[in-house]
């Protein structure tokens, strides 16, 4: 068995140690390290992006839905990411999938399941629960809608996440250390790449895909 360098990133560390408890036994001699949010995972990655595989949950404290996912997938384009999640939903699992998602594995899954879904993953494939259909999921707006998201730099799905959030511009600018009119150019971006007027409408478009959790007004 090949030793591989594996992130596993949730906020509540018993179930990150479970994990890597079930991950151990099955790749022994493997590196797995814990994040417990994402800008601790961009900590380690920033220190070394030499990274196998990220094992993502989608809730945690200032991500919501996929942001999390859309911006490693844009920022690390290279590193496969598989979402591990309490939810079940085919739609949601569809849309991680869409999003570029390797696969997506519900924490109600048995340890064997999981420890076989990530050796899929490993072999090139892309896994989620055998038992789920997930044809007819999803519709033609949420589809452009994914493929517009995947045109956003890393910076600017950053942005997003935030704009979600309700900060103001001169908010964003202090927590990424930039000017404000940086910020007003990346929102200027964000709208004409999600073909949107204003940032409530790029918050209620996220909200379409994301659920009620995004719609949040945006001023």
């Given at each position: 068995?090949?030793?591989?360098?594996?992130?596993?990133?949730?906020?509540?560390?018993?179930?990150?140690?479970?994990?890597?408890?079930?991950?151990?036994?099955?790749?022994?001699?493997?590196?797995?390290?814990?994040?417990?949010?994402?800008?601790?995972?961009?900590?380690?990655?920033?220190?070394?992006?030499?990274?196998?595989?990220?094992?993502?949950?989608?809730?945690?404290?200032?991500?919501?839905?996929?942001?999390?996912?859309?911006?490693?997938?844009?920022?690390?384009?290279?590193?496969?990411?598989?979402?591990?999640?309490?939810?079940?939903?085919?739609?949601?699992?569809?849309?991680?999938?869409?999003?570029?998602?390797?696969g997506f594995i519900p924490k109600s899954q048995p340890v064997d399941a999981i420890r076989n879904a990530v050796k899929e993953v490993f072999a090139g494939g892309v896994w989620t629960p055998p038992d789920l259909d997930l044809t007819g999921v999803g519709d033609d707006e949420t589809v452009d809608l994914i493929s517009r998201l995947a045109t956003l730099t890393p910076q600017q799905v950053r942005v997003l996440m935030m704009l979600g959030e309700g900060l103001l511009n001169k908010q964003i600018a202090y927590q990424l250390g930039v000017s404000e009119a940086t910020v007003k150019a990346h929102v200027s971006a964000i709208l004409q790449k999600l073909g949107v007027?204003?940032?409530?409408?790029?918050?209620?478009?996220?909200?379409?895909?994301?659920?009620?959790?995004?719609?949040?007004?945006?001023?």
């Amino acid at each position: 068995m090949a030793n591989y360098r594996i992130i596993i990133v949730d906020d509540h560390p018993l179930f990150r140690d479970a994990l890597r408890q079930a991950l151990t036994g099955c790749f022994s001699g493997s590196m797995i390290s814990e994040a417990g949010s994402l800008d601790e995972l961009s900590q380690i990655l920033g220190a070394n992006s030499d990274t196998d595989l990220i094992l993502l949950d989608l809730k945690m404290p200032g991500v919501k839905g996929s942001a999390g996912l859309i911006y490693l997938r844009a920022q690390y384009p290279e590193i496969p990411v598989v979402v591990v999640s309490s939810t079940e939903d085919p739609g949601t699992i569809n849309r991680c999938i869409e999003l570029g998602a390797s696969g997506f594995i519900p924490k109600s899954q048995p340890v064997d399941a999981i420890r076989n879904a990530v050796k899929e993953v490993f072999a090139g494939g892309v896994w989620t629960p055998p038992d789920l259909d997930l044809t007819g999921v999803g519709d033609d707006e949420t589809v452009d809608l994914i493929s517009r998201l995947a045109t956003l730099t890393p910076q600017q799905v950053r942005v997003l996440m935030m704009l979600g959030e309700g900060l103001l511009n001169k908010q964003i600018a202090y927590q990424l250390g930039v000017s404000e009119a940086t910020v007003k150019a990346h929102v200027s971006a964000i709208l004409q790449k999600l073909g949107v007027d204003s940032r409530t409408q790029a918050v209620i478009a996220m909200g379409k895909i994301e659920g009620s959790e995004w719609q949040k007004e945006a001023s």
